[in-house]
């Protein structure tokens, strides 16, 4: 798409205060994407495992025993998290402190779906989300929100829904450089496990391996960062 395209776009959502979800697996590129998309076309942005990662964060910092749900359930619904959902500088404060650097740590990869898992977590996190996407309605400029369950759960009632995915082999390769800066086969096999058993483990909870009705699937397999970027703008734009 050329500049012109962009702009098409965006003079189509410009102060309409519409929501676009975007669900996917661990590596589909989901989050870059969507943050890119978001910037493009001024939009807010809420990147949901985020929060899912901060109250993880939180629990481990307040040395939570990961084996009791209640503990955790406890410790989630104690805690105050503020979220600065803009693109550029996507924020989150738990309990007051800034985490946006420490949740990506792959400790908290490894521990994040024991808290995401729970029911009760999840009815926390999916209210606050909602709270976020209403502001940002009301405001009328609209966000993007990407995650596991943003297209069925969060906002099924959103402008445009997408699921974006990619082979398991090439979702392999982009974790493997985004955690160890590799793609060698030693880093490949390390990501294996936070990838294919994370999304195992948090498919229990929410399917983003199918997509439901009205939700427009996008493969980015064969795709640059940018390729997918242009796909999603223009099936937004065909769709508002
Ligand atoms: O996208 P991510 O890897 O940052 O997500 C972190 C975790 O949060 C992941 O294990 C799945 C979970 N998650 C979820 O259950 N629901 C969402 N809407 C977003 C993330």
Request: charged share 25%.
């Amino acid at each position: 798409m050329d500049y012109q395209e962009y702009e098409q776009v965006r003079s189509q959502v410009m102060g309409r205060g519409f929501v676009i979800a975007i669900d996917g697996p661990s590596g589909s590129g989901k989050s870059s994407v969507s943050r890119q998309v978001a910037a493009v076309l001024d939009m807010g942005y809420l990147d949901t495992g985020a929060m899912y990662r901060s109250v993880a964060w939180w629990c481990q910092y307040k040395n939570v025993d990961f084996s009791d749900e209640s503990a955790i359930v406890a410790c989630v619904k104690d805690v105050e998290i503020k979220v600065n959902a803009v693109p550029h500088a996507p924020r989150f404060f738990v309990g007051g402190m800034d985490v946006k650097d420490v949740i990506r740590q792959p400790s908290i990869s490894n521990i994040v779906s024991s808290v995401s898992t729970i029911p009760a977590v999840r009815e926390v996190l999916i209210s606050a989300q909602r709270a976020i996407i209403e502001e940002a309605k009301a405001s009328g400029r609209g966000i993007v929100v990407e995650g596991r369950d943003i297209t069925t759960v969060v906002a099924p009632d959103a402008a445009v829904r997408i699921l974006l995915t990619a082979s398991e082999e090439v979702r392999l390769q982009r974790r493997s450089l985004d955690d160890w800066g590799s793609q060698g086969p030693d880093a490949i096999e390390a990501s294996r496990d936070i990838v294919l058993g994370r999304d195992e483990k948090d498919m229990t909870v929410a399917n983003f391996a199918d997509a439901a009705p009205g939700v427009e699937r996008i493969d980015s397999s064969d795709l640059s960062l940018h390729e997918t970027v242009d796909a999603v703008v223009y099936t937004i734009g065909r769709k508002v």
